[in-house]
Structure formats: C-alpha cells, structure tokens
C-alpha cells in the first residue's frame, strides 16, 4: 500500500499537469511580423477569407479592416445613417482568426487609412489594424524575440466602442469650429475631387518662408499636421490653427516617395 507521502507527491504531479494542460489551452500564440518602422504586423482570416495582414496596434480604439476586405469577406453592414469617420461605417465579423485564436462577433469600422495605405507602398498589402475592441478580450504576452503574441482569456467583454463615439459625438450639438492659423506658413495646398491619395497637395512655397527654409517643395503632400491627418483643407486650417507661433509644429510630408518628419515654427503675422 502507497505511504500518504508518496500519494500526496503523485497528487501533487497530477495537479501540476492538469495546471500546464490547462494554460496551454488557455494560451494561444499568434506569430508575429515587425516591419522597419516597428510596427507590428499579423496575419488574419476574415469570414474564412485571407489571409490578410494587418496592423496590432495596442493605441488603436477599434479595429479596421479595408473596403478590400469587407468585400472579400462579404462583411454584412448595418444600417448606418451617419458612418464615422466619412469611410464605410460600422460591420459586424462573424469570425476573426489570428493564426490558431478564433473570435466571433467583432465589431469593426469599414475604413481605408491613410496611414495603412502609406505603409502598404514600402512593406507590402497591410489591409487594417487590430484594435482594442479585438484584443482588449485576452490577456496579452508579446514575445519580440520569438516573434509572437500570447492570447489568454480573460473574461472581458469591451464595450462597442463605435458606438460610445457616435453616441458622445451626437450628444454634441455643437458643429467643430474651423479657426485660422495664428502664424505665417508660406505655402498653398489643394484637394481635387478627383484627388484620392491621402494628404493635400503642395502647390507653392514662398521663397524664404518658414516651408521653403524647412525644404518643403511644390509635390510635396502634407500628410499629417501636429498628428492630425489632413485630407482636406478644413483639417488643415483646424489642424493649425491649434499651433503657436513660438512653438514647433510636427508635419508629415511625403516627398519624392519617401515620408518624413518636418518641424517648423511659424513666423508671425497674419
């Protein structure tokens, strides 16, 4: 007959193994990409269409995903009436799946992003991000030098986070004010209809202008201003309008196929 010792150290082994089983079907790990920039990258089914890579950015509220794929995947739309952000609106992904993770019911927004479509040029198709409505429901290991993500539940069910903001933004009865900037930039910017690049086009600098010193150049695109993007001259006007004339402003220009980060301080005047 086993002594109570022995047993107890058998028990205590069998604990441990149902403990490891256990993690091990709680943990899923999902490689991962880095891109030159340090952007991480994952590879993801939509609807059992793809694969598809896309951004996993832990900043980002809600997860996107491109016109490409809300096609390809034949994501369902809602009935939108107002769709945020100007692009495709609010979808609902029946199945999301980053390598062996399997999620259902995602809330998504339909959205070509200038960022994503600048980034797809240098590293190839990236066609969204992974946002927080996605991942905010597991508890998250990224192992950089294996090159992977752990997923573990973790019990939480994120609100719909689209819908907080369309709620909050329609609560406000008041319309955006638009200002004009408080420096002298030196340049002039348009957007054509027919224009569907992200950015404003650079059209002319004024010599010895705070631009023209910085090395900005008609062709040159304006794609972000203080790291609000700028895809029409409102979002520019508002974008520096929020600046100082004794302060740097940070613009993204792209330039001869290569985007790069200008700081400038506006001269004084009107």
């Known amino acids: 007959m086993p002594s109570i010792n022995r ?21 899923v790990h999902v490689p991962l990409e880095i891109l030159k920039t340090g952007h991480i990258v994952v590879s993801v089914k ?7 890579r896309l951004l996993f950015d832990t900043g980002a509220p809600v997860t996107l995903i491109s016109s490409k794929i ?3 995947a034949k994501v369902i739309k809602p009935s939108l009436g107002f769709a945020l952000f100007g692009a495709g609106g609010q979808a609902n992904i029946e199945s999301l799946e980053l390598g062996n993770l399997k999620t259902q019911n995602n809330s998504v927004i339909v959205m070509d992003h200038p960022t994503i479509k600048v980034l797809s040029k240098f590293f190839g198709p990236i ?25 573990a539940p973790n019990g939480y069910i994120p609100q719909d986070t689209v819908k907080a903001m369309m709620d909050r ?4 009865n008041k319309s955006r004010e638009t200002l004009c900037s408080k420096g002298v930039w030196g340049f002039e910017v348009q957007k054509l209809e027919t224009d569907t690049a992200e950015g404003l086009d650079i059209i002319s600098v004024v010599p010895n202008s705070v631009m023209a010193k910085a090395g900005l150049k008609k062709g040159d695109r304006i794609l ?4 609000i993007w700028t ?3 409102e979002d520019l006007f508002y974008a520096s309008s929020k600046s100082n004339t004794n302060e740097q ?7 001869n196929n290569e985007i790069k980060t200008v700081l400038i301080i506006p001269a004084n005047g009107i």
């Open 249 to 255: 402003s940070k613009l993204r220009i792209l330039s």
């Open 231 to 233: 895809d029409s001259l």
């Open 7 to 27: 047993l107890a150290l058998q028990s205590s082994i069998l604990f441990l193994l149902f403990c490891s089983t256990l993690s091990a079907q709680e943990s």
């Open 224 to 227: 972000s201003f203080n790291n």
């Open 46 to 52: 939509v609807n059992d269409k793809g694969p598809f």
């Open 169 to 172: 933004l329609m609560a406000n």
């Open 127 to 151: 066609e969204g991000i992974i946002g927080f409505s996605t991942y905010s429901r597991y508890k998250l290991t990224i192992d950089y030098k294996n090159s992977s993500i752990a997923f």
């Open 70 to 72: 809300a096609t390809e």
